[in-house]
C-alpha cells in the first residue's frame, strides 16, 4: 500500500474531496459512508420494536438488549451504536429490511 501512515490517516480523516486525491484513502472514507448508511439507528430499531430510542440506547448500553453493541470510546463521553439486522430481526416478528426501507423512505419526505 503506498504512501506513508501519515499520508493515509490524512486521507482517511480528510473530508470526500480530499478523499479521491488519495484513491486509498477515497477507498476507507468510501466504505466508511458505506457502513454509516447501513448502519441501523437506535431510533429506527425503536420504531420497529415499538419503544423509544432511549431505551434502545439504555439498553444496549447496560448489555440487557442483545442486538448488536454499545461502544464508548476513551476519552469520549458519547456511546456508538452498532445494531445488527440479524440480532434484530430476531426480537422481532417483522421484516427488518422492509421496516428499514419504509422508516428511511418515510424520513426522507
Do not use: C
Amino acid at each position: 500500500m503506498g504512501g506513508s501512515t501519515a499520508h493515509r490517516n490524512a486521507a482517511y480523516h480528510g473530508s470526500q474531496s480530499q478523499a479521491w486525491e488519495n484513491a486509498e484513502g477515497g477507498y476507507y472514507i468510501e466504505r466508511r459512508d458505506r457502513l454509516r448508511e447501513n448502519n441501523i439507528k437506535p431510533a429506527e430499531a425503536a420504531e420497529i420494536l415499538g419503544v423509544s430510542p432511549q431505551f434502545i440506547r439504555v439498553a444496549m448500553q447496560m448489555g440487557q438488549l442483545p442486538i448488536g453493541i454499545a461502544i464508548k470510546l476513551p476519552g469520549s463521553s458519547e456511546y456508538t451504536y452498532q445494531i445488527s439486522d440479524n440480532l434484530l430481526q430476531q426480537r422481532t416478528s417483522k421484516n427488518v429490511a422492509e421496516e428499514i426501507k419504509r422508516i428511511r423512505s418515510t424520513n426522507q419526505r
